[in-house]
């Protein structure tokens, strides 16, 4: 049975810093794409960031430059490494593969940029 369990979420004032983390288990980690998304109240979940198997990154246009996807594969575990957050960087957020499969979803962790 697979689980991705999100952890590391929570209130943040603008500007500030989170660090989400994502452990996987029942699937052979190493081996798989990871991704990062995010879904905000009233919208589609998007995708935000990815890392292939060899550590290769992807970013959506509205975090580059501010989010960093690193994977530990000894771990299996993928994190979200957040910065210069913003009010509109607000949402649930949750790993996947990438591209993503529709039962590995989990409960994801709620980030709340306000002050």
Known sequence: QVQLVES???LVQPGGSLRLSCAASGIIFRIY???WYRQAPGK???LVAAITSRGSTNYADSVKGRFTISRDNAKKTV???MNSLK???TAVYYCNTDPAKYDYWGQ???VTVSS
Do not use: F, V
Request: hydrophobic share 15%; no cysteine.
């Open 33 to 35: 794409a990871m991704g």
């Open 108 to 110: 994801g962790t709620q």
């Open 8 to 10: 590391g979420g929570g």
């Open 87 to 89: 009010p509109e960087d």
């Open 44 to 46: 589609q979940r998007e």
């Open 79 to 81: 994190y979200l490494q």
